[in-house]
């Protein structure tokens, strides 16, 4: 175990638990110096922060987080968010988990948390496969890719993220790339500080699953990130991802909408009146 | 924050994997199951107590659980009460295990005054935020438990964890873990054990019921006595840890028992388990109703030839 190691983002991480297990080469890393940049940065009390995750690789990023953090099952995150939001709303719970457990098994509970406005950010993970068990195909799969349960290409349109979330309702809506970190950074610290439900989509290579399959070096990863990339203002019905066409990111949704805890907190009030 | 959830077997059956989160977390919350007949979407609103065995084993890997199992209205609001402090007190998810015919019921209830009813609250770390371990227990193998935002910043997750509550995944510490979270319930199982016993004391027949069923059977023995049958009627309260140690002093000079439950043969496994050699008699009842006290008093007749 390290004593101490002196870094600037000490406080901000378990130190005792690296190192992480993370692949080499796998976003997962810049995702998870994002977001304690962004608190850094923010000055933000960890004391008020619940890290929550469901299970898989992203999973894992709550337990290397020094804040309160729920290491839940398998797409569960939202309902253990939605928990504390509500049953503390001065508590900001902050999801970080994947495509597959946000949007195949935790799918329900991502377009209600939405649709409520649970004050919480969540940060998404896609590495477009399972990559954790072996990296099969889910719900963000492009089309004609290939998993070791699609081998001869996928066969299934893939959700567009942002724009099942920006249906749903929520008040934030972006996506980035683990090669754009600064904008992932402010967009972090942007939904930290948004009194709504957020949601940031992160474009994340899987090297030793989904980009050893497709033949994808974990450079050739993450130069897609950066030439395929276009931040550019759209709908978001038109930023779907398909492979060998430019992907859009930036911000997608920005709007004002009573967080479920304010409006339960209003209603309380007229009951007890 | 205390936390309840209710539903029936279906429910149960979606809620399984995050009973198992809660085992292994240790989070204190009640389950309420008003029991329907199943399997699957078996008979919405009818009555069954078919989910005893679910209860116990439904999560998967080694774990404990606790249930009470009330018999009226009365009880249905005391043994909440009591599920919740159960909880607290050995940080678990504790079941009331009720039955459709008991969820209906229309009933006198008389809730005690507030200050009149003893709750129980988790042990709090006496620690600094530097020196908690989130699940380093005492001697009661019952860790004290922050909450999130007290500035304790614990992580708790459901993969093998240490005292720490990080993920660990020697053989040493998954071996520690599992027989303290079975363990904290099994070495108490005196002091969860409730159970009522109506004449009981030189019984020739024992009769073992809970819930609505112990309703009927308490008839069966009264007519059962007033026959001049030495008939008497151990009600269970508590179901789980099962009390293996008080039914079988209990059932210790009886000719034999009788079990009358609302499936087709959950609980007498473990009465039968808990008694050896003495004869038992089983009366499986399918399907919406209690058995009648005259059915449970044919039974006792027989044994008691």
């Given amino acids: 175990m390290t004593e101490h190691i002196d870094h600037y983002l000490a406080d901000y991480l378990r130190m005792d638990r690296f190192p992480h297990i993370w692949c080499a080469g796998c976003g997962l890393g810049i995702i998870l110096k ?8 923010l000055e933000y009390d960890l004391d008020k922060i619940v890290t929550v995750s469901g299970i898989g690789c992203a999973g894992r990023a709550s337990g290397y987080v020094n804040t309160d953090a729920f290491h839940t099952t398998h797409g569960r995150a939202l309902p253990f968010a939605t928990g504390i939001s509500t049953s503390n ?6 999801v970080i988990s994947g495509d597959g457990d ?6 329900n509970h991502l377009i209600h948390a939405a649709r409520r406005n649970i004050n919480l950010l969540v940060i998404c993970s896609n590495n477009y496969n399972y990559g954790m068990t072996g990296a099969q195909y889910g719900p963000t799969t492009p089309l004609d890719m290939r998993t070791p349960t699609s081998p001869y290409g996928n066969i299934e349109n893939p959700f567009n993220l942002v724009s099942l979330v920006s249906s749903a309702g929520a008040t934030m809506v972006s996506r980035w790339t683990v090669y754009h970190v600064p904008q992932l950074k402010n967009s972090i610290k942007r939904g930290l500080q948004k009194n709504g439900f957020s949601f940031i989509e992160v474009l994340s290579p899987c090297t030793t699953g989904y980009g050893r399959l497709n033949k994808l070096s974990p450079i050739d990863m993450m130069r897609d990130l950066k030439e395929t990339c276009k931040i550019r203002k759209v709908h978001p019905t038109e930023a779907t991802i398909e492979p060998g066409k430019e992907v859009i990111i930036g911000d997608f949704v920005d709007v004002e909408r009573p967080t ?4 339960l907190d209003q209603v309380s009030r007229r009951a007890s009146n | 924050m205390k936390a309840m959830t209710a539903t029936s077997g279906p429910g149960i059956s979606l809620m399984l994997e995050n009973i198992g989160l809660a085992v292994m977390t240790e989070a204190p919350c009640v389950i309420v199951n008003v029991m329907r007949g199943g399997p699957s979407t078996g008979q919405p609103t009818m009555g069954a107590q078919s989910d005893v065995m679910q209860c116990r084993w439904g999560a998967h890997g080694d774990i404990e659980i606790i249930a009470l199992a009330p018999q009226s209205v009365q009880e249905c609001f005391d043994l909440t009460v009591h599920a919740f402090n159960l909880s607290e007190k050995y940080r678990t998810p504790v079941f009331l295990l009720s039955d459709a015919n008991i969820g209906h019921m229309y009933e006198k209830l008389e809730i005690p005054a507030k200050e009149e009813i003893e709750l129980v609250n988790r042990k709090k770390p006496s620690v600094s935020p530097r020196d908690y371990k989130p699940y380093l227990a005492d001697e009661t193998m ?9 500035g304790y910043r614990f992580y708790s997750t459901g993969l093998t964890h240490n005292e720490m509550g990080y993920p660990d995944m020697s053989v040493e510490t998954q071996d520690k873990l599992v027989r303290r979270l079975c363990d904290k319930i099994r070495v108490n199982i005196d002091k969860i054990t409730m159970t009522e016993e109506i004449m009981t004391d030189g019984c020739e027949v024992l009769v073992v019921a809970y819930g609505v069923t112990a309703r009927s059977a308490a008839s069966a023995v009264q007519m059962a006595r007033s026959e001049g049958i030495k008939a008497g009627l151990l009600r269970l309260i508590s179901l789980w840890p099962f009390p293996e140690g008080k039914l079988s002093d209990v059932a210790n000079d009886v000719k034999g028992v009788v079990v009358a439950e609302m499936n087709y043969g959950q609980l007498v496994r473990e009465v039968e388990r808990s008694v050896k050699p003495i004869p038992v008699e089983f009366i499986p009842k399918l399907g919406e109703n209690p058995p009648s006290p005259d059915e449970i008093l044919a039974k006792i007749r027989r044994l008691a030839q």
């Fill in chain 1, 34 to 41: 994002s977001y304690v940049q962004a608190l850094y940065e």
């Fill in chain 1, 260 to 263: 479920y805890s304010d409006v």
């Fill in chain 2, 142 to 150: 019952v860790p004290p438990m922050a909450c999130f935002g007290d």
């Fill in chain 1, 102 to 107: 946000l949007f195949a098994i935790g799918g």
């Fill in chain 1, 89 to 94: 709303p001065d508590l900001n719970p902050v």
